[in-house]
């Protein structure tokens, strides 16, 4: 099974933007415990949300996350141009297995 | 604060070893489940294996990869024999938010490089 992401989108200043998460086959639900991470080059990943919709400590409230559909969802309100990163959602596959998704990188202009 | 502190990483040939190892610090080790996620050159992120109460492990590196922990030492390892090409990316040492495989990553290290060439 496939996680699935845009491989890119864009968003204005000040924009909303949603980036999703989804399966190549099957609906992703809270049962999947999608998390969201947040990295920009060179750095290491940084936690933006986990268990579907649960802030990480210090994470703007501009980021939120949910299930919209079949798909976990990452929503960016408000965005900035320190936002411009790529984003990666990972899902829980039961058996102990996490698969993350191949990206989405993000772009702020 | 949490801290996750990688070590190991280097050049090394295929078909050959390698042992990471990832010093943490600022939580209750044995009480939370780690996992090791790499990331090759310009690619995305890869989990490789959890250890909790049991281990886990991607397909990609079944049989040939152990993860094992020294909780004495606050120390996670990741053992990796029969090295390939593409084995060689940064290695980040990730600590889950609670003891259960089901808890996400909350904290991450800063990585260590593994490069696999002749």
């Known amino acids: 099974t496939v996680v699935t992401q845009e491989p890119s989108f864009s968003v204005s200043p000040g924009g909303t933007v949603t980036l999703t998460c989804g399966l190549s086959?099957?609906?992703?639900?809270?049962?999947?415990?999608p998390s969201w991470y947040q990295q920009t080059p060179g750095q290491a990943p940084r936690t933006l949300i986990y268990s579907t919709n649960i802030r990480s400590s210090g994470v703007p409230d501009r980021f939120s996350g949910s299930i919209l559909g079949n798909k976990a969802a990452l929503t960016i309100t408000g965005a900035q141009a320190d936002d411009e990163s790529d984003y990666y959602c990972v899902l829980y596959m039961g058996s102990g297995i996490w698969v993350f998704g191949a990206g989405t990188k993000l772009t702020v202009l | 604060e949490v801290q996750l502190l990688e070590s190991g990483g280097g050049l090394v040939q295929p078909g050959g070893s390698l042992r990471l190892s990832c010093a943490a610090s600022?939580?209750?080790?044995?009480?939370?489940?780690v996992s090791w996620v790499r990331q090759a050159p310009g690619k995305g992120l890869e989990w490789v294996s959890l250890?909790?109460?049991?281990?886990y492990y991607a397909d990609s590196v079944k049989g040939r990869f152990t993860i094992s922990r020294d909780t004495s030492k606050n120390t996670l390892y990741l053992q990796m024999n029969s090295l390939r090409v593409e084995d060689t990316a940064s290695y980040y040492c990730?600590?889950?938010?609670?003891?259960?495989?089901?808890?996400?990553?909350?904290?991450w290290g800063q990585g260590t490089l593994v490069t696999v060439s002749s």
């Open positions: 250890i909790s109460g049991s281990t």
């Open positions: 086959s099957g609906s992703v639900s809270t049962s999947y415990y």
């Open positions: 600022g939580f209750t080790f044995s009480n939370y489940a």
């Open positions: 990730a600590k889950h938010f609670c003891s259960s495989p089901i808890c996400s990553i909350d904290y």
